[in-house]
C-alpha cells in the first residue's frame, strides 16, 4: 500500500485532516471516533494522521523530557496535535506514551465498528526521518530553536525506550526503538 511523502502530506493535508479528527485530545475515544464511518472516509490519509500523531507526541514527551529548556518555544514552534497527556478517563491510553497511539489504531477496542489501520516499518521510518530531520531543522531555525541541540535530542531518544513504536504485523506485534528507524 503507497503513502503519501511525509513532506506533501505534512504541507498539503495534515492541517484539513486535524480538523477532521477535530480533538486536541489523544486518547481511545477520539481516535476510535475517527476509526468509523463517515469520518474514517474524510481522512485524505489516515495512516499518515496517526503516525504524525504519534511523531508530534513522541517529539513532545522527548524535547519535555531531555531538553526541558526548549519545551516551550518547541510547542510554540509545532504544528497543533491531539496530545496523549490531555486525556484522564483512561479510553485506551492512559499511560500517555506515543506508542499507544500506533496500538490502539491497529487494534482498536473502544467500539465495536471501528476498522483498524493498517501501519508498516516502511511509513514509520520514512515519517520518523521527516520529523526527526526537516521538521526539527525547521525548528532550529527559529529564534526559540536556535540552541536546541538535534545531535543531543536524537541520542536521547536512542536511550529512552519510551521512545519506541509498534507495528502488528502478521507475526504479531514487533516493536522498534526509534531511533532505529532513521538507519532503515
Known sequence: MAHLPPKDY???????DYAVFG?????GFSLGDSLIPPKRSQFKGLAEFIVCQFELN??????????GQAHWAWRNFSAPFADTHLCSMGHGMANHL???ILRFAQEPFARPD????TITWELLADYTKFFLGDYLDQF?????GKDFSKDALIEAIAK???CS???KTAHGWESKQVAELLKT
Open 10 to 16: 505534512f504541507r498539503e493535508h495534515y492541517a484539513a
Open 160 to 162: 529512552d525506550w519510551d
Open 114 to 117: 471501528t476498522m483498524p489501520v
Open 23 to 27: 480533538s486536541n485530545s489523544m486518547c
Open 165 to 167: 513504536a509498534v507495528v
Open 140 to 144: 532550529r531555525a527559529t529564534e526559540g
Open 98 to 100: 506515543p506508542p499507544s
Open 58 to 67: 513522541l517529539l513532545n514527551q522527548a524535547i519535555y523530557t531531555h531538553a
